[in-house]
Protein backbone atom coordinates (compact mmCIF):
# COMPACT_ATOMS: atom_id res chain seq x y z
CA UNK A 1 0.00 0.00 0.00
CA UNK A 2 1.02 3.54 -0.44
CA UNK A 3 0.25 6.79 0.29
CA UNK A 4 0.78 10.07 -1.70
CA UNK A 5 3.22 12.79 0.20
CA UNK A 6 3.90 15.97 -0.72
CA UNK A 7 6.99 16.51 1.66
CA UNK A 8 8.78 15.44 4.29
CA UNK A 9 10.20 17.80 6.63
CA UNK A 10 13.07 17.22 9.03
CA UNK A 11 13.81 18.95 12.14
CA UNK A 12 10.07 20.33 12.52
CA UNK A 13 10.18 21.55 16.16
CA UNK A 14 6.43 22.77 15.98
CA UNK A 15 4.30 19.86 14.96
CA UNK A 16 4.09 18.40 18.41
CA UNK A 17 7.24 17.65 21.24
CA UNK A 18 10.63 17.87 20.61
CA UNK A 19 12.31 17.10 17.28
CA UNK A 20 10.41 15.30 14.96
CA UNK A 21 10.14 14.43 11.30
CA UNK A 22 7.06 15.74 9.70
CA UNK A 23 5.10 13.54 6.93
CA UNK A 24 2.96 15.48 4.71
CA UNK A 25 0.03 13.51 2.55
CA UNK A 26 -2.13 14.89 -0.18
CA UNK A 27 -5.77 15.34 -0.22
CA UNK A 28 -8.11 17.38 2.56
CA UNK A 29 -11.69 17.85 2.58
CA UNK A 30 -11.46 20.98 3.46
CA UNK A 31 -10.84 24.51 1.70
CA UNK A 32 -9.39 27.24 4.37
CA UNK A 33 -9.31 30.57 2.64
CA UNK A 34 -6.13 30.77 4.65
CA UNK A 35 -4.59 27.84 3.85
CA UNK A 36 -0.68 27.39 3.79
CA UNK A 37 -0.56 24.50 2.59
CA UNK A 38 -2.44 24.40 -0.83
CA UNK A 39 -0.59 21.84 -2.51
CA UNK A 40 -2.14 19.24 -0.01
CA UNK A 41 -6.04 20.45 -0.79
CA UNK A 42 -5.80 18.19 -3.95
CA UNK A 43 -5.34 13.87 -3.47
CA UNK A 44 -3.89 14.49 -6.96
CA UNK A 45 -0.38 15.08 -7.72
CA UNK A 46 0.18 18.62 -9.27
CA UNK A 47 2.88 20.74 -11.17
CA UNK A 48 4.60 23.82 -9.33
CA UNK A 49 6.05 26.20 -12.23
CA UNK A 50 8.29 28.72 -10.52
CA UNK A 51 8.70 31.21 -12.97
CA UNK A 52 11.56 33.46 -11.23
CA UNK A 53 13.54 30.20 -11.13
CA UNK A 54 12.55 29.01 -14.82
CA UNK A 55 15.93 30.24 -17.12
CA UNK A 56 14.16 28.82 -20.30
CA UNK A 57 16.51 26.51 -21.02
CA UNK A 58 14.18 23.88 -22.62
CA UNK A 59 14.85 20.55 -20.91
CA UNK A 60 11.11 20.13 -19.81
CA UNK A 61 10.09 20.51 -23.18
CA UNK A 62 12.32 18.16 -24.23
CA UNK A 63 10.54 15.29 -22.21
CA UNK A 64 7.48 16.46 -22.25
CA UNK A 65 4.90 18.07 -24.94
CA UNK A 66 2.47 20.15 -22.49
CA UNK A 67 5.79 22.63 -21.99
CA UNK A 68 6.31 25.08 -24.12
CA UNK A 69 9.33 27.54 -24.33
CA UNK A 70 9.70 30.91 -25.90
CA UNK A 71 9.58 34.15 -24.39
CA UNK A 72 8.09 32.91 -20.88
CA UNK A 73 7.28 28.95 -19.85
CA UNK A 74 3.51 27.95 -20.53
CA UNK A 75 2.10 24.88 -19.08
CA UNK A 76 -0.91 23.22 -20.44
CA UNK A 77 -1.94 21.68 -17.31
CA UNK A 78 -5.32 20.52 -18.79
CA UNK A 79 -2.67 17.86 -19.98
CA UNK A 80 -0.74 17.49 -17.15
CA UNK A 81 -0.86 13.80 -15.38
CA UNK A 82 2.11 14.69 -12.93
CA UNK A 83 4.60 11.94 -13.75
CA UNK A 84 7.25 14.19 -12.26
CA UNK A 85 9.58 13.78 -15.53
CA UNK A 86 10.26 17.10 -15.96
CA UNK A 87 10.37 18.33 -12.45
CA UNK A 88 13.05 15.85 -12.89
CA UNK A 89 14.65 17.08 -16.35
CA UNK A 90 14.92 20.61 -14.79
CA UNK A 91 18.31 21.14 -13.00
CA UNK A 92 17.25 25.08 -12.02
CA UNK A 93 14.62 24.44 -9.20
CA UNK A 94 11.58 25.93 -11.46
CA UNK A 95 9.70 22.37 -11.49
CA UNK A 96 8.50 21.05 -8.36
CA UNK A 97 6.37 17.82 -8.50
CA UNK A 98 3.65 17.88 -4.99
CA UNK A 99 2.60 14.56 -4.08
CA UNK A 100 4.45 11.28 -4.86
CA UNK A 101 3.71 7.31 -4.18
CA UNK A 102 5.37 6.35 -0.88
CA UNK A 103 5.25 2.54 0.66
CA UNK A 104 4.95 3.18 4.74
CA UNK A 105 8.63 1.32 4.57
CA UNK A 106 9.82 3.31 2.30
CA UNK A 107 9.04 6.11 4.84
CA UNK A 108 10.34 4.41 7.48
CA UNK A 109 13.68 4.11 6.08
CA UNK A 110 13.68 8.12 5.74
CA UNK A 111 12.65 8.99 9.48
CA UNK A 112 14.31 6.53 11.32
CA UNK A 113 18.00 8.42 9.80
CA UNK A 114 17.00 10.61 13.03
CA UNK A 115 15.63 8.19 15.46
CA UNK A 116 18.77 9.45 17.80
CA UNK A 117 17.23 12.88 17.42
CA UNK A 118 13.55 11.74 18.25
CA UNK A 119 15.03 9.34 21.59
CA UNK A 120 16.95 12.79 22.72
CA UNK A 121 14.74 15.14 22.22
CA UNK A 122 11.35 13.62 23.31
CA UNK A 123 10.63 14.47 19.86
CA UNK A 124 9.48 11.75 17.04
CA UNK A 125 7.04 11.45 13.75
CA UNK A 126 3.92 13.63 13.11
CA UNK A 127 1.93 12.62 10.35
CA UNK A 128 0.24 16.06 8.81
CA UNK A 129 -1.30 17.28 5.19
CA UNK A 130 -3.35 17.99 3.91
CA UNK A 131 -5.81 15.89 6.02
CA UNK A 132 -3.68 12.63 6.58
CA UNK A 133 -6.55 10.21 7.61
CA UNK A 134 -7.91 10.98 3.97
CA UNK A 135 -5.95 7.80 3.42
CA UNK A 136 -6.52 6.19 6.51
CA UNK A 137 -5.38 2.65 6.11
CA UNK A 138 -1.87 3.69 4.82
CA UNK A 139 -1.88 5.96 8.13
CA UNK A 140 -2.51 3.31 10.36
CA UNK A 141 -0.19 1.11 8.95
CA UNK A 142 2.31 3.78 8.81
CA UNK A 143 1.74 4.15 12.34
CA UNK A 144 1.82 0.92 13.51
CA UNK A 145 5.40 0.29 11.68
CA UNK A 146 6.47 3.73 13.75
CA UNK A 147 5.29 2.07 17.44
CA UNK A 148 6.55 -1.11 16.96
CA UNK A 149 10.04 0.55 15.63
CA UNK A 150 10.08 2.80 19.16
CA UNK A 151 8.82 6.11 17.78
CA UNK A 152 6.29 8.50 19.39
CA UNK A 153 3.54 9.32 17.05
CA UNK A 154 1.44 12.28 16.39
CA UNK A 155 -1.58 13.12 13.93
CA UNK A 156 -2.02 16.62 12.49
CA UNK A 157 -5.89 16.50 11.72
CA UNK A 158 -8.85 18.84 10.82
CA UNK A 159 -10.91 16.26 11.87
CA UNK A 160 -13.43 16.18 9.16
CA UNK A 161 -13.61 12.44 8.53
CA UNK A 162 -15.53 9.07 9.51
CA UNK A 163 -15.43 8.59 13.25
CA UNK A 164 -14.32 4.90 12.45
CA UNK A 165 -11.06 6.26 10.83
CA UNK A 166 -10.32 7.31 14.36
CA UNK A 167 -10.54 3.79 15.69
CA UNK A 168 -8.15 2.67 13.46
CA UNK A 169 -5.32 5.31 14.23
CA UNK A 170 -6.17 5.44 18.21
CA UNK A 171 -4.13 2.35 19.04
CA UNK A 172 -1.01 3.84 17.58
CA UNK A 173 -0.91 7.39 18.32
CA UNK A 174 0.55 8.76 20.79
CA UNK A 175 -0.85 12.58 20.58
CA UNK A 176 -3.71 14.16 18.27
CA UNK A 177 -2.72 17.38 17.33
CA UNK A 178 -6.56 18.56 16.49
CA UNK A 179 -7.90 21.76 14.86
CA UNK A 180 -10.35 23.94 16.05
CA UNK A 181 -11.54 26.95 13.90
CA UNK A 182 -14.31 28.13 15.11
CA UNK A 183 -17.58 26.91 17.07
CA UNK A 184 -20.49 28.46 15.08
CA UNK A 185 -21.13 26.57 12.41
CA UNK A 186 -21.84 29.80 9.97
CA UNK A 187 -18.69 31.01 10.31
CA UNK A 188 -17.01 27.89 9.99
CA UNK A 189 -18.62 27.40 6.72
CA UNK A 190 -17.40 30.91 5.89
CA UNK A 191 -13.91 29.93 6.63
CA UNK A 192 -13.47 26.17 5.18
CA UNK A 193 -16.64 25.47 3.23
CA UNK A 194 -18.34 22.86 5.67
CA UNK A 195 -20.07 22.57 8.77
CA UNK A 196 -18.22 21.65 11.89
CA UNK A 197 -20.85 19.16 13.44
CA UNK A 198 -18.76 16.20 12.47
CA UNK A 199 -15.36 17.85 13.54
CA UNK A 200 -16.24 18.76 16.89
CA UNK A 201 -17.96 15.46 17.37
CA UNK A 202 -15.36 14.06 16.54
CA UNK A 203 -13.49 15.96 19.14
CA UNK A 204 -15.54 14.39 21.67
CA UNK A 205 -14.85 10.95 20.72
CA UNK A 206 -11.55 11.03 20.58
CA UNK A 207 -11.02 12.71 24.18
CA UNK A 208 -13.83 10.02 25.16
CA UNK A 209 -10.99 7.10 24.29
CA UNK A 210 -8.70 8.83 26.63
CA UNK A 211 -6.56 9.90 24.05
CA UNK A 212 -4.11 12.86 24.40
CA UNK A 213 -4.67 16.01 21.85
CA UNK A 214 -3.02 19.36 21.50
CA UNK A 215 -5.46 21.50 20.30
CA UNK A 216 -4.46 24.02 17.40
CA UNK A 217 -6.78 27.52 16.49
CA UNK A 218 -5.63 29.24 13.40
CA UNK A 219 -6.42 33.08 14.87
CA UNK A 220 -7.57 34.84 11.23
CA UNK A 221 -9.02 38.37 12.39
CA UNK A 222 -11.83 39.37 10.39
CA UNK A 223 -12.16 35.67 10.14
CA UNK A 224 -12.83 33.55 13.31
CA UNK A 225 -11.16 35.90 15.47
CA UNK A 226 -14.90 36.56 17.16
CA UNK A 227 -14.68 32.51 18.19
CA UNK A 228 -11.90 32.71 20.93
CA UNK A 229 -13.89 33.24 23.96
CA UNK A 230 -16.29 30.39 22.61
CA UNK A 231 -13.94 28.06 21.81
CA UNK A 232 -12.18 28.21 25.33
CA UNK A 233 -16.00 27.92 26.73
CA UNK A 234 -16.02 24.78 24.25
CA UNK A 235 -12.91 22.83 25.46
CA UNK A 236 -13.48 23.24 28.97
CA UNK A 237 -15.08 20.36 29.48
CA UNK A 238 -12.70 17.85 27.97
CA UNK A 239 -10.78 15.96 30.00
CA UNK A 240 -7.45 14.62 27.86
CA UNK A 241 -6.46 18.05 26.28
CA UNK A 242 -2.48 18.56 26.92
CA UNK A 243 -2.36 21.97 25.81
CA UNK A 244 -3.38 24.89 23.06
CA UNK A 245 -1.68 26.45 20.04
CA UNK A 246 -2.78 29.77 19.18
CA UNK A 247 -1.22 30.06 15.60
CA UNK A 248 -0.86 33.32 14.39
CA UNK A 249 -2.10 33.70 10.76
CA UNK A 250 0.70 34.34 8.27
CA UNK A 251 0.35 34.87 4.24
CA UNK A 252 3.59 33.89 3.39
CA UNK A 253 2.13 31.40 0.92
CA UNK A 254 1.10 33.17 -1.74
CA UNK A 255 3.49 32.03 -4.03
CA UNK A 256 2.47 28.89 -3.69
CA UNK A 257 -1.46 29.42 -5.02
CA UNK A 258 0.91 31.35 -7.76
CA UNK A 259 3.22 28.44 -8.98
CA UNK A 260 0.10 25.75 -9.08
CA UNK A 261 -2.65 28.38 -10.81
CA UNK A 262 -4.66 27.98 -7.82
CA UNK A 263 -6.90 31.35 -6.68
CA UNK A 264 -5.24 32.51 -3.86
CA UNK A 265 -8.20 32.87 -1.31
CA UNK A 266 -5.27 34.57 1.40
CA UNK A 267 -6.49 37.19 3.42
CA UNK A 268 -4.12 40.14 3.48
CA UNK A 269 -4.63 41.27 7.05
CA UNK A 270 -2.55 39.00 9.79
CA UNK A 271 -3.13 39.63 13.88
CA UNK A 272 -0.88 41.89 15.91
CA UNK A 273 1.16 40.72 18.42
CA UNK A 274 -1.16 42.51 21.10
CA UNK A 275 -4.27 40.69 19.31
CA UNK A 276 -2.40 37.05 20.12
CA UNK A 277 -1.48 37.68 23.55
CA UNK A 278 -5.32 38.73 24.49
CA UNK A 279 -6.21 35.49 22.42
CA UNK A 280 -4.04 33.41 24.55
CA UNK A 281 -4.93 35.09 27.57
CA UNK A 282 -8.89 34.02 27.06
CA UNK A 283 -7.87 30.89 26.48
CA UNK A 284 -5.44 30.39 29.78
CA UNK A 285 -8.93 31.79 31.85
CA UNK A 286 -10.55 28.34 30.68
CA UNK A 287 -8.03 27.08 32.90
CA UNK A 288 -6.07 25.69 30.00
CA UNK A 289 -2.68 25.40 28.92
CA UNK A 290 -1.28 27.56 26.59
CA UNK A 291 1.62 26.36 23.96
CA UNK A 292 3.51 29.35 22.98
Not at 63 to 80: E, G, M, P, S
Not at 184 to 209: A, F, P, Q, W
Request: charged residues 25%.
Amino acid sequence: MTANVFEIKKFAVHDGDGIRTTVFLKGCPLKCVWCHNPEGISSKPQLAVLQNKCILCGRCELVCKNHKIADIHTLDRNQCIGCGKCAEACFNGALTLYGKEKTAEELLKIVMEDKEFYDTSGGGVTLSGGECLMQPEFCRDFLKLLKHNGVNTAVDTCGCVKQDVYDMVIPYTDVFLYDVKAIDEDVHIKCTGVSNRLILDNLKYIDSRGSKIEIRIPYVPDFNDNQIEKIGSFLNEFKNIVGVRVLPYHNYAGSKYESLSMENTLPGKVPKTEEMETAERIIESFGLRVIR
